[in-house]
């Protein structure tokens, strides 16, 4: 998963600090230094790395936190809420035109991912009642207009092409089509280049200033890290971006580019690709990316997935549960059978509050989380009645041996299990309603 590393290195330092009763300015300042460290080595641009830092210090180190009774978690929350910040506050929606078509101008550079994630953003489109058109107006890369149109008949949304003819000319025979015939999103597919040059900028100003687009968005590859954030500062400086779509963020990238685009490139990150299929595009949330990273879940997304793709009654109550605060053991089990059937197990389970601690179960290391070892958290689980999962706290030793037998694991598993749970209930607590005068802000629900 993306920030696999910056998110096993941050819960690490801030289990130390919720570990501690009280806090003094030394802890915050060791804890700072951690922050920092792994900041960098998420490649996370170093002048952002450090006006991130002095930010949470300063609000962390304030007589308000430290004499509070959680200090550990009022910090945590700071975090949260200045990672959110960074990656650009509110979720930033795509601007519609008030009398359609709403033009969107896609560019990038070759291979980042433009053309995928013109196919991708009108099959959302579509799903959401929306009539796009696609157009190819990527003349130069062979097999791009193919490309499209292949895509194109996937997703069912009609591709408009003029084969190598001038974009501009393109552009506007297209807009003509989508005015005649009723569709009111025209997603224009413009020429990359390997690297950017004055022929790439002078097409696209070209378009720009014929078309008048509704939106710009860059779509730049999320694992060249620092490289796809001086591409959007770049290409924002020449072409005014109105967004940034972020590719690949499914990789083993560090996450540094999602952290860093805002804040160095001025624009919002309003997409990201997590995929190769054609579903596989997701509005980008900065309060969900920062829940993610903090290893608190991704509660809503998570509620959402299950909405579209199971059981939504038990979605539904999943969430409600969680704003509750009643979930339980039971519900967990639950959440894992629902989510097996979801897609990529290790995404999912990215989005189940405290799964970042679980990862650390022995048998649970990072990567490889596969069947077999969601099979044991389930087999334990399982091995205890309806009455202990719903209250664990009355598991003695005794009964814990017959778990562990029943499950074919060892009591020092079922321990780590439960202290995990425990745990990330607790984290749940601090963040859907007792984090202090913000009510609610760490999971909206
Ligand atoms: P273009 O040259 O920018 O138009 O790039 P393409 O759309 O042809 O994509 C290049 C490659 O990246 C293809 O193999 C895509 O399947 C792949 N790709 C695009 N978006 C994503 C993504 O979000 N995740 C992953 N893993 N691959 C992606």
Redesign the pocket.
């Known amino acids: 998963m993306v920030f696999e590393g910056l998110s096993t290195r941050l819960q690490e330092t801030f289990r130390k600090l919720r570990g501690k009763g009280k806090l003094t300015e030394e802890d915050v300042n060791l804890a700072m230094r951690e922050v920092r460290l792994a900041l960098l080595e998420a490649d996370v641009n170093y002048k952002v790395v450090k006006d991130f830092v002095a930010r949470v210090k300063e609000r962390a180190v304030g007589q308000e936190v430290l004499k509070s009774l959680t200090p550990g978690q009022q910090v945590v929350k700071i975090v949260y809420e200045e990672l959110t910040q960074l990656m650009g506050g509110d979720q930033t929606k795509l601007n519609l035109a008030a009398k359609p078509p709403t033009v969107v101008m896609m560019v990038?550079?070759?291979?980042?991912?433009?053309?995928?994630?013109?196919a991708?953003l009108a099959r959302s489109l579509l799903a959401q009642g929306r009539r796009p058109l696609l157009v190819a107006a990527?003349i130069y890369?062979p097999a791009?207009i193919k490309?499209l149109q292949v895509l194109g008949e996937k997703c069912n949304c009609p591709v408009f092409s003029m084969g190598q003819e001038n974009p501009v000319n393109i552009a506007r025979a297209a807009l003509e089509y989508a005015r005649s015939n009723g569709r009111d999103i025209v997603i224009l597919?413009t020429a990359?280049r390997l690297h950017i040059n004055e022929e790439l900028m002078n097409e696209l100003k070209d378009l720009k200033s014929s078309l008048n687009p509704h939106e710009i968005l860059l779509?730049v590859?999320a694992m060249t890290g620092q490289d796809a954030v001086n591409v959007a500062s770049s290409f924002n400086e020449q072409l005014g971006l109105t967004g940034v779509v972020l590719?690949?963020?499914?990789?083993d990238t560090r996450g540094g580019a999602a952290l860093s685009v805002k804040a160095v490139a001025g624009c919002p990150i309003k997409f990201?690709?997590?995929?190769?299929k054609l579903e596989?595009?997701e509005p980008f949330y900065p309060n969900r990316m920062a829940s993610r990273i903090l290893g608190m879940g991704d509660v809503q997304s998570l509620v959402e997935k299950a909405q579209a793709s199971i059981d939504e009654k038990k979605a539904r109550e999943l969430g409600k549960k969680i704003r509750q605060q009643e979930f339980t053991l039971e519900d967990f089990l639950d959440q894992i059978q629902q989510v097996r059937s979801m897609g990529p197990l290790e995404d999912l389970l990215a989005m189940i509050p405290g799964f970042g601690n679980l990862k650390q179960l022995k048998g649970f290391k990072t990567a490889d989380i596969d069947e077999k070892e969601i099979s044991r958290i389930e087999a334990i689980i399982k091995s205890m009645t309806p009455e202990e999962r719903l209250n664990p706290t009355m598991l003695n030793s005794s009964r814990k041996k017959r778990i562990a037998k029943g499950s074919g694991t060892r009591v020092q598993d079922v321990n780590r299990l439960l202290k995990h749970f425990e745990e990330s209930q607790k984290l749940m607590r601090q963040f859907s309603d007792k984090g202090g005068k913000k009510k609610g802000k760490g999971l909206r629900l």
């Not at 590719?247 to 990789?251: I, N, Q």
């Not at 990201?272 to 190769?276: C, P």
């Open positions: 990038g550079l070759q291979g980042t991912g433009k053309t995928t994630t013109c991708k990527d890369r791009a490309q597919d990359g779509v590859d590719t690949k963020l499914d990789g990201a690709g997590v995929g190769e596989d595009l």
